[in-house]
T-cell receptor, first 114, second 115 residues
């Protein structure tokens, strides 16, 4: 069974641009969640999608948005990039999104904003 | 509201000696607790999870953790460290809040294993 796939692996953008990151979950998984990882703030929850609906959202500005398609693939968009958005963005999938469920993580997209 | 505190940002041990990574949590609800490991340039991988069954949980690669409700702790241990255990470890607490999963990560503990 293929794991969680994130593309691209690395991305370099400049301030003010926008970026779209993609995540393909494990086949059959309906929940996809996104996280930002930085040395200063650690791992922070961005949002979770389940069956194409955003089910939960972390404390990030509206510049961060996402969506989920009918095949459970998810995209995350960041508009008007800032230097502080430089981070490793991880997505994770799980079967039903319950609290005691294991998360399967992708290897992440390393975003650098110049 | 919930929070996770990993008491050590860095732990260094010699190969073959025991490992102890400490985690304390607080939660308004009955939590599920997890330990994940992250090797450089990789995503997180589940080591073990506690979900209100046995308080001593065994995971992969010889790791185990004990849930102590009275101490609100979920410390990770391994009897004998291996060089391949060098990585960053995250304690995670999750609860269901009005049907939505709320997930909080600890700040991470970097484990260094000396030969």
């Amino acid at each position: 069974k293929a794991g969680v796939t994130q593309t691209p692996r690395y991305l370099i953008k400049t301030r003010g641009q926008q970026v779209t990151l993609s995540c393909s979950p494990i086949s059959g998984h309906r929940s996809v969640s996104w996280y930002q990882q930085t040395p200063g703030q650690g791992l922070q929850f961005l949002f979770e999608y389940f069956s194409e609906t955003q089910r939960n959202k972390g404390n990030f500005p509206g510049r961060f948005s996402g969506r989920q398609f009918s095949n459970s693939r998810s995209e995350m968009n960041v508009s008007t990039l800032e230097l502080g958005d430089s981070a490793l963005y991880l997505c994770a999938s799980s079967s039903t999104g319950t609290d005691n469920e294991k998360l399967f993580f992708g290897s992440g997209t390393q975003l650098s904003v110049l | 509201a919930q929070s996770v505190t990993q008491l050590d940002s860095h732990v260094s041990v010699s190969e073959g000696t025991p490992v102890l990574l400490r985690c304390n949590y607080s939660s308004s609800y009955s939590p599920s607790l997890f330990w994940y490991v992250q090797h450089p340039n990789k995503g997180l991988q589940l080591l073990l999870k506690y979900t209100s069954a046995a308080t001593l949980v065994k995971g992969i690669n010889g790791f185990e953790a004990e849930f102590k409700k009275s101490e609100t702790s979920f410390h990770l241990t391994k009897p004998s460290a291996h060089m391949s255990d060098a990585a960053e470890y995250f304690c995670v607490v999750t609860t269901l809040d009005t049907g939505r999963r709320a997930l909080t990560f600890g700040s991470g503990t970097r484990l260094q294993v000396q030969p």
